[in-house]
């Protein structure tokens, strides 16, 4: 267990709808990140949040959108949902903004789009 | 822009067999490397990670890694491996500018047979 958190564990919906991903990161981290895992895109870094504040940002469709709560915890918001959006979403904490912080994974959240 | 090879896609051996999978980046300045693992069901882990110093680095459950600055490689290996190594590997690399946006390979999986 990495003490990261994420819910819901499964997701299914429909094409057009809008969903919500829920992170808590470890107890003292500041920095969450958000991954995405494909078959066909592999792990694709999508944003990172520190203290609040938008970070670094990756492959992020416009669609997408994230926020870190001033509890520190974050939401991924994925919004006129496709089918090509069915994915594992990772959830990452460190505890500073960048550089040699490690990572740790929370166990992901399975969006599947019909 | 980081990008991260695997070579090898998918890998079976037999128990007690070595274990070496190779990783590839591609950037031109300082970097920070990493494996991780994914096991069956199961969230990420960090296995290990380099970020300077000793090129050989060794990380949890008999793993270790060598940095080759000059062939840009990061290659995992492991002398004996056990049935409960079977699981994915993953490489990942950051750019070593305070950023933390990781960039992973597509992922080895592992077969170890009994």
């Known amino acids: 267990d990495s003490g990261v958190t994420q819910t819901p564990k499964h997701l299914i919906t429909a094409t057009g709808q809008r969903v919500t991903l829920r992170c808590s990161p470890r107890?003292?981290?500041?920095?969450v990140y958000w991954y995405q895992q494909s078959l066909d895109q592999g792990l694709q870094f999508l944003i990172q949040?520190?203290?609040?504040?938008?970070?670094a940002k990756g492959n992020i469709l416009e669609r997408f959108s994230a926020q870190q709560f001033p509890d520190l915890h974050s939401e991924l918001n994925l919004s006129s949902l496709e089918l090509g959006d069915s994915a594992l979403y990772f959830c990452?904490?460190?505890?500073?903004?960048?550089?040699?912080?490690?990572?740790?994974f929370g166990p992901g959240t399975r969006l599947t789009v019909l | 822009a980081q990008s991260v090879s695997q070579h090898n896609h998918h890998v079976i051996l037999s128990e007690a067999a070595s274990l070496e999978l190779g990783c590839n980046y591609s950037?031109?300045?300082?970097?920070?490397l990493f494996w991780y693992v994914q096991y069956p069901g199961q969230h990420l882990q960090l296995l290990l990670k380099?970020?300077?110093?000793?090129?050989l680095v060794k990380g949890i459950k008999g793993f270790e890694a060598e940095f080759i600055k000059s062939k840009f490689s990061f290659n995992l290996r492991k002398p004996s491996v056990q049935w409960s190594d079977t699981a994915e590997y993953f490489c990942?690399?950051?750019?070593?500018?305070?950023?933390?946006?990781?960039?992973f390979g597509t992922g080895t999986r592992l077969l170890v047979s009994p």
């Open positions: 990452a904490s460190s505890p500073a903004r960048g550089g040699t912080d490690t990572q740790y």
């Open positions: 107890s003292g981290d500041l920095s």
């Open positions: 949040y520190y203290n609040g504040e938008e970070r």
């Open positions: 950037y031109g300045g300082t970097v920070n």
């Open positions: 380099y970020f300077s110093g000793d090129p």
């Open positions: 990942a690399v950051n750019a070593n500018t305070g950023f933390q946006k990781l960039v």
